[in-house]
């Protein structure tokens, strides 16, 4: 593996740093909606406060998967520095296993925001 490659896997990383960054940020805009749609009403009925409640946890789920997701960005960037420097010693199989292992992890954080993002304002569209 040549230095061009780490470099690729770098930029990789700190697009979907960016990525998560943004999308960990939509998630209090979500709980602020959901919470003034709440407010707003005089009656809930208790299945409608499960729901909420339900998908509240899963919003506080999603951010703590988000940041232990951004933690391990961090961490592959600092490998990947590492490896970097290291250039004319060689890579071994661990830099591009490890960066696959991460690159699937994310992917599933990102389904997970998507289902959740979905879900929540399917949610909010019908039950409101």
């Known amino acids: 593996m040549d230095g061009r490659i780490l470099e690729l896997f770098m930029k990789?990383?700190?697009a979907w740093d960016d990525?998560?960054?943004r999308q960990s940020k939509e998630i209090p805009n979500l709980e602020k909606m959901l919470s003034?749609?709440?407010d707003k009403k005089s009656y809930i009925a208790e299945d409608i406060l499960s729901s909420i409640q339900i998908l509240k946890s899963e919003m506080?789920?999603?951010e703590t998967c988000m940041a232990e997701v951004i933690?391990?960005?961090a961490r592959?960037?600092?490998f990947l520095i590492r490896e970097k420097r290291i250039e004319a010693e060689g890579y071994g199989v661990h830099t591009?296993?490890?960066q696959n292992v991460l690159r699937e992890r994310i992917r599933n954080v990102e389904k997970k925001f998507l289902d959740l993002k979905c879900n929540f304002l399917n949610y909010v569209a019908t039950a409101f």
């Open 36 to 38: 003034s749609i709440v």
């Open 12 to 14: 990789e990383n700190e």
């Open 19 to 21: 990525m998560i960054t």
């Open 96 to 98: 591009l296993l490890s």
């Open 71 to 73: 933690v391990d960005l």
């Open 76 to 78: 592959q960037q600092n």
């Open 60 to 62: 506080q789920e999603q």
